[in-house]
T-cell receptor, first 112, second 112 residues
Framework: NAGVMQNPRHLVRRRGQEARLRCSPM?????VYWYRQLPEEGLKFMVY????????ESGMPKERFSAEFPKEGPSILRIQQVVRGDSAAYFC??????????FGSGTRLTVV | GESVGLHLPTLSVQEGDNSIINCAYS??????FIWYKQESGKGPQFIID?????DKRQGQRVTVLLNKTVKHLSLQIAATQPGDSAVYFC???????????FGTGTRLTIIP
């Protein structure tokens, strides 16, 4: 069991470009969560998805951010037209049924 | 040594000593609490959890104490080891809520 896999580990984008972050949940897990962490801060909830459905996106910025968890393949967090303030570590977690999160190692996005 | 959470985010402890990390949680409706350990460049790692119907729970070298009256949570680590050096976060949620709310964190440094 490979755990929650996130890629890339590090991503550098210029302002205005798009960032795509991928998350493959643990085998058998159908719940996926995305969190953002700024330096020296705790994680902040962004979005909760189940297969093909967004369940709770109350933590997502209204513009430029979107997430999906298709029937096949990884969950994708997409950030369009990135700005410097988007620089952060983005963590994905998965669970079997809403209990017992397992976090991935994160993607560190740097916007230059 | 003892941390008071947000007011003392860094804690240094001599190897072999016990450490206590504190957390003041925000939501009186929260009924499930988790401590996570985050090492540099990694995702949060589950340490121990506790439900609101308990006030103490023990694991291997770790103990979590919950005081619902003052909305306070603490993590005690016994006989600290160099590998315990990390940032420790408390997180809270409540039944039916899939989101975790994280505290700011405390950086624990073990002095050899």
């Amino acid at each position: 069991n490979a755990g929650v896999m996130q890629n890339p580990r590090h991503l550098v984008r210029r302002r205005g470009q798009e960032a795509r972050l991928r998350c493959s949940p643990m085998k058998g897990h159908s719940h996926v969560y995305w969190y953002r962490q700024l330096p020296e801060e705790g994680l902040k909830f962004m979005v909760y998805l189940q297969k093909e459905n967004i369940i709770d996106e109350s933590g997502m910025p209204k513009e430029r951010f979107s997430a999906e968890f298709p029937k096949e393949g990884p969950s994708i967090l997409r950030i369009q037209q990135v700005v410097r303030g988007d620089s952060a570590a983005y963590f994905c977690a998965s669970s079997l049924s809403g209990n017992g999160y397992t976090f991935g190692s994160g993607t560190r996005l740097t916007v230059v | 040594g003892e941390s008071v959470g947000l007011h003392l985010p860094t804690l240094s402890v001599q190897e072999g000593d016990n450490s206590i990390i504190n957390c003041a949680y925000s939501n009186s409706a929260s009924d499930y609490f988790i401590w996570y350990k985050q090492e540099s460049g990694k995702g949060p790692q589950f340490i121990i959890d506790i439900r609101s119907n308990m006030d103490k729970r023990q694991g291997q070298r770790v103990t979590v104490l919950l005081n619902k009256t003052v909305k306070h949570l603490s993590l005690q680590i016994a006989a600290t080891q160099p590998g315990d050096s990390a940032v420790y976060f408390c997180a809270e949620t409540y039944f039916g809520n899939e989101k975790l709310t994280f505290g700011t964190g405390t950086r624990l440094t073990i002095i050899p």
